[in-house]
């Protein structure tokens, strides 16, 4: 049950209005009638009888001046119901006609009746002013049979065309105003109680009315009522069960984010509201352990509204049930093969142990909380831990999602989801008793008790006629809806009282916009009603069980398909998060994400789940691409031996680690081995992957993947291009020898006729001086750069004569060097 969270808001409709076009009397001469579509306003009024011209009566209920609306019949007013008017479908068309004694949900002939009647405009087009025309059953309801028969005579279709043992009385008429589009109006009558005479001894009176515009029936409506001066001839036991969920916030939400949880837990909440309608009130409570899990998982940072909620859900007295996480279809999962039913896996990802007290204190009310002999929290237990400002370590899931829960043993599919086969899956999974709604069971002769045996599996079965106007009162925007619906409840309470039937079972709805004053009120007047008493969930169960039949309910073709996409794309992430060190990062909030999109609320608007289910699915697939190899241009390897640079991309925001590994098109080149790096998250790294040249020379394509260190195949492979060229390191090598072979010897040859160019000039110097004459030397030795220029010539005229002719002057000399005996 999801509580409004906008007071205001348009009245939808809802699938127990008893609110259809057709009476009785009027089916026969509507055997040969055709529907005139109108543009301007669907489900416009047709004639029925020959003589009716079409047009005039479209116009009828089209806008006209005032001097011409139609007025009340005299015949009507007598309580003579014109021959064969013609009648409009008004259901489809938004006209909506609500009947209910104006002050109660029952009915007291013991005065005057107050009558309210509703006209609500819910069509695009004003509505002529008309004539309402208040009618009541014309024989008493004593059994669930003709109750039915009463409510479904203006539905029409088969079951109301197949009986007409429940006439329609005229007893008022009133004028209606014309409405505007989306406007509404409550026409009030004051019957006598003498209209009523001959139903003094009914325990339900059938209550009606008719909506006019000229001669056509646009709208009507019908109701029943126990009547409060008949005594009761016995009580029955009704168990309520109620869902404690937050609405679909139009994605996955694994958690509830910390705004929302402000939001929703403050005085005016929506979670507060759910829990203010249904507190201290004798009805077992379906909660999504998502709520609880979600004000944990903050520890001391948690809104202080939010650990307050928790204490007072932990303080109630209602029995409290879990709903799967997230409030998940378990049908469709049994329908598409699971091993088992999710739940969810980590929450490591979304705690910081800072706001954490040593041994993980701070995880709010109820985690380690005692029961007394009735199911209820113990005061001790449901005190709110103090937080402490030390960290410590992480509360584990176990902690995160314990609670003293009065029984853990119920499955509670969507309504008429349920196939052959899933009551075991969920025997399986742990949840041996099942709640079914209505339409899953086919029905018995007269009455039946709550519990029942299904397929060997126990199971708890709502009753329908019980549960459809319980959930149209909790939804129910204005009074005269709420107490029409109520007022359905309490009279098939008041058939039931008489019967052997020990325990009846209702349960409101979940996903839907409930009102807390409604939803409350209801069970304030079914626990105080003369013909009922409130139970516990548990006497609903223990009740002596009846065979039952399951009616096959399997979802759609569509849906499951969608769904075993979601779990196999989960299943991917699950394998590719072994790249992490902690797989949990990965894995936690991708299953809470997958269990938010398995909601049940989600099956009120499939086209708007196929949506965010088909965002998610990109969105995962985004993440197995997470990782990847980038592509390379041609790379040239011209030795025997190197390393493959190879570039892998993280964008993941946590480091992982990869083996690359690299396989080559031919035998042009042998890897080695593969090679494990760590990349840092959002970043790339380079990674050299060792190659060995093989045969020959060419172009080899090298096929580089990835893998975790477990196995799993990361990303998709990458072809990278190889010109292996092996042969130019030995040619170059011996290029390069023979050049340095060259360089060198050219370096000794130089040096060698360097060496004896210097030798033969010192002995040609030295012979020249030898020759030289001594009185040409000079008396004092002056330097060297103070000789006389003249003798530079006589120098190298010496030196370039033949150095024989040297050697011959040298001997006839006969002085000594210095050339003293010259002189």
């Not at 325990?503 to 209801?522: C, K």
């Amino acid at each position: 049950m999801v509580d409004e969270s906008i007071p205001a808001r348009p009245r939808a409709d809802s699938p127990t209005r008893r609110t259809r076009p057709l009476s009785r009397p009027a089916r026969f001469a509507l055997g040969g009638a055709a529907f005139v579509a109108v543009a301007t306003m669907v489900g416009a009024p047709i004639a029925a009888n020959a003589g009716v011209d079409p047009a005039a009566a479209l116009q009828a209920v089209l806008p006209v001046p005032a001097a011409e609306a139609a007025s009340p019949h005299s015949d009507a007013a007598r309580g003579i119901r014109p021959a064969g008017p013609s009648r409009a479908v008004a259901d489809d068309s938004g006209l909506r006609v609500s009947v209910s004694p104006t002050i109660s949900s029952t009915v007291s002939l013991g005065g005057p009746v107050a009558i309210s009647v509703e006209i609500e405009n819910a069509t695009g087009e004003a509505l002529a002013p008309g004539v309402v025309r208040l009618v009541r059953a014309d024989a008493d309801i004593d059994d669930a049979g003709e109750l039915d028969e009463w409510l479904a005579a203006e539905q029409g279709g088969d079951q109301a065309a197949e009986s007409d043992a429940a006439g329609m009385v005229p007893i008022a008429d009133g004028e209606a105003r014309g409405l505007p589009a989306g406007a509404a109006t409550v026409v009030s009558f004051t019957v006598a109680a003498d209209a009523f005479a001959e139903l003094a001894d009914s325990p339900v009176i059938g209550l009606g009315a008719e909506l006019l515009v000229g001669d056509t029936v646009v709208a009507s409506g019908t109701s029943a009522y126990a009547n409060a001066d008949v005594p009761a001839s016995g009580s029955v036991a009704v168990a309520l069960a109620a869902p404690v969920t937050t609405p679909t916030t139009g994605g996955a939400a694994g958690l509830i984010d910390v705004d929302q949880l402000t939001n929703w837990t403050s005085p005016t909440g929506l979670l507060t509201r759910q829990l203010d309608a249904l507190a201290g009130r004798r009805v077992a409570i379906g909660i999504d352990p998502r709520i609880i899990a979600s004000i944990r998982v903050l520890g001391t940072t948690a809104p202080p509204s939010a650990t307050a909620w928790l204490q007072r859900l932990a303080e109630l007295p209602n029995e409290i049930f879990p709903l799967a996480y997230s409030d998940a279809d378990v049908a469709v999962q049994a329908q598409v093969g699971l091993p088992a039913l999710l739940g969810p896996t980590s929450f490591a990802d979304a705690m910081d142990p800072a706001n954490f007290p040593a041994g993980g204190s701070s995880i709010g009310v109820g985690a380690e909380a005692e029961q007394d002999a009735t199911g209820t929290p113990t005061a001790s237990a449901t005190d709110a831990p103090t937080p402490q400002p030390t960290p410590g370590t992480l509360p584990t899931n176990e902690q995160l999602l314990s609670w003293p829960y009065t029984r853990t043993d119920l499955a509670w599919p969507g309504d008429d989801t349920v196939a052959t086969g899933d009551l075991g899956f969920f025997a399986a999974s742990g949840l041996t008793t099942s709640i079914l709604a209505p339409g899953n069971v086919e029905p018995v002769g007269g009455v039946a008790p709550s519990s029942a045996t299904i397929d060997g599996s126990t199971a708890l079965v709502a009753d329908g006629a019980l549960t459809e106007p319980l959930r149209a009162a909790a939804t129910a925007s204005t009074d005269t809806e709420w107490r029409e619906a109520s007022g359905q409840v309490l009279a098939s309470l008041a058939l039931d009282a008489g019967t052997a039937r020990t325990t009846v079972f209702a349960t409101f709805d979940r996903g839907s916009v409930s009102q807390v004053a409604r939803v409350s009120a209801l069970i304030d007047e079914i626990g105080n009603s003369p013909w009922s008493t409130l139970a516990g969930l548990s006497e609903a169960i223990g009740a002596p069980p009846e065979a039952r039949t399951l009616i096959d309910e399997p979802e759609s073709d569509e849906r499951r398909a969608q769904v075993s996409r979601l779990t196999e794309v989960e299943a991917q992430v699950t394998e590719f998060s072994t790249v992490l060190t902690d797989p949990a990062l990965l894995t936690g909030p991708v299953r809470r994400e997958l269990l938010s999109l398995l909601d049940v609320a989600w099956l009120d608007d499939l086209e708007a789940w196929n949506g965010v289910a088909t965002e998610w699915l990109v969105a995962q697939r985004g993440v197995l691409a997470s990782i990847s190899v980038v592509p390379s241009s041609t790379i040239n390897v011209v030795s025997t031996e190197t390393g493959v640079p190879t570039t892998i991309e993280n964008t993941l925001p946590y480091p992982v680690t990869v083996v690359v590994d690299v396989s080559p098109s031919n035998g042009r080149l042998i890897v080695e081995e593969q090679v494990e790096q760590t990349v840092e998250p959002q970043s790339r790294s380079t990674v050299r992957v060792p190659v060995a040249a093989g045969v020959g020379n060419g172009e080899v394509t090298l096929t580089v993947s990835l893998a975790s260190t477990s196995g799993v195949p990361i990303g998709t492979p990458v072809d990278i291009p190889v010109n292996v060229q092996a042969d130019w390191e030995g040619l170059g090598a011996a290029i390069l020898a023979a050049i340095a072979v060259v360089v060198f010897g050219l370096g000794v040859w130089r040096n060698i006729r360097r060496r004896r160019r210097d030798r033969s000039a010192a002995a040609e110097a030295a012979g020249l001086e030898a020759a030289r004459p001594e009185s040409e030397a000079p008396e004092t030795a002056r330097p060297e750069s103070e000789a006389p220029e003249t003798a530079e010539p006589e120098t190298e005229a010496i030196t370039d004569a033949d150095p024989s002719q040297s050697a011959r002057v040298a001997p006839d000399a006969g002085d000594d060097p210095t050339g003293s005996s010259r002189g």
